[in-house]
């Protein structure tokens, strides 16, 4: 089992950038590949991306290719999302999630997730 707790949300103009946190706990996080959800109001939760056990692969969703950048630091269990040109649209209720598999996770199959923190990006 696998706990996940976020931070980082806010308040930004468009342009800037913010950078989420997510601490995990549990005996063999590293063993998870790890990654982060958005669910804006009136949407369904998206996929936006999502990093390997290792480090080493990554998948991005096509909307935030370019802008948003992950990394995960095992000896500390955390997950970070790097977000810069932030646009309105990004605005959402932000999750982080574990999953066995990158196909796992990115398919929404079993994943653990956290409570999720507000972005709130103004134009």
């Known amino acids: 089992q696998v706990q996940l707790v976020e931070s980082g949300g806010g308040l930004v103009q468009a342009g800037g950038s913010l950078r989420l946190s997510c601490s995990a706990s549990g005996r063999t996080v590293s063993l998870y590949s790890l990654g982060w959800f958005r669910q804006a109001p009136g949407k369904e939760r998206e996929f936006v991306i999502a990093?390997?056990?290792?480090?080493?692969?990554?998948h991005y969703a096509d909307s935030v290719n370019g802008r948003f950048t992950i990394s995960r630091d095992n000896g500390k269990n955390t997950v970070y999302l790097q977000m810069n040109s932030l646009k309105p649209e990004d605005t959402a209720v932000y999750y982080c999630?574990?999953?066995?598999?990158?196909?796992?996770?990115?398919?929404?199959?079993?994943?653990?997730w956290g409570q999720g923190t507000q972005v709130t990006v103004s134009s």
């Open positions: 990093i390997s056990r290792s480090g080493g692969g990554t």
């Open positions: 999630a574990a999953g066995s598999t990158m196909v796992v996770l990115t398919r929404r199959v079993e994943n653990y």
